[in-house]
């Protein structure tokens, strides 16, 4: 992957891998380098990506993805990192593990264009039984993560919806800035934008527009709307971030402090 304290981290056969270390909390501390990793898809890692996976130290692998996005695409990684599968969602709302052809034809059968169809996605992952239970999981597997010289990699299909928010419920948790942690989450475009481009060329050269061309666009891409419809959601039905992590995500006052310990510098 990359020497420590580097943000974006590259690999021969995955994209969007990312430390979430560096980021700075209200208290001053700082969230600790190469303890939790944020990425796309583990389908397609060489023997290299994975070895590079644990010269970085990772001993933890938590997949947000649905079990048919599972079962097309397996994570191909060592067998000494412990595989944890919490999908978010029953199947894959977030439409980045489906085909072309597969998003035409569900373009045609849906009412909502693609970016309305996001916002919806992302409402329902502050609100849904199923990704809450997920999330909730996912806090209890970083909560087992004590060994301070390993770490956690969590991820979905393109590495940006589902891992997103689980990026923003992990990073609030330890008090680092809404701003800040929107900032991460909008770095996925950058990040992807080469595979975006590649992929509205195709489409255009297929002969895609309009409605369909700007849907591809919502669903390859992340956006501020997405984000403050989640936050919004939020507010509606919890009042505030600490408040969801507390009543729907489960985490006690304790278990902030232990979180704070084990990821933030002291």
């Not at 975006?196 to 060329?201: G, I, S």
């Not at 390859?220 to 971030?241: E, R």
């Amino acid at each position: 992957m990359q020497q420590a304290n580097q943000r974006v981290l590259t690999m021969d056969h995955g994209y969007n891998f990312r430390d979430l270390g560096g980021y700075q909390a209200r208290d001053g501390q700082t969230v600790k380098w190469q303890r939790v990793i944020r990425t796309g898809t583990l389908a397609y890692l060489s023997d290299h990506d994975q070895q590079s996976l644990l010269d970085y130290g990772i001993k933890f692998d938590v997949d947000f993805r649905s079990d048919g996005e599972v079962a097309e695409a397996p994570d191909q990684i060592p067998n000494s990192i412990l595989y944890r599968h919490l999908p978010v969602f029953p199947d894959d709302k977030t439409d980045a593990s489906k085909t072309q052809a597969e998003l035409n034809a569900e373009l045609k059968s849906r009412k909502k264009n693609g970016f309305d169809h996001m916002v919806e996605v992302y409402q329902e992952m502050v609100t849904e039984p199923q990704a809450q239970s997920a999330y909730r999981h996912f806090f209890s597997a970083l909560l087992n993560n004590t060994d301070p010289k390993s770490g956690l990699l969590f991820h979905c299909t393109a590495g940006k919806d589902r891992t997103g928010m689980g990026a923003t419920f992990f990073l609030s948790a330890l008090g680092v800035p809404l701003k800040i942690i929107k900032q991460d989450y909008l770095l996925t475009n950058d990040i992807l934008s080469p595979l975006v481009q590649a992929r509205l060329t195709k489409a255009k050269n297929e002969g895609i527009t309009g409605t369909t061309l700007d849907t591809i666009k919502a669903q390859m891409t992340v956006s501020s709307g997405y984000f403050d419809a989640a936050m919004a959601a939020i507010d509606k039905y919890y009042g505030t971030m600490p408040e969801f992590l507390n009543k729907a995500l489960q985490l006690s006052n304790e278990d902030i402090v232990d979180l704070k310990k084990l990821y933030l510098t002291h």
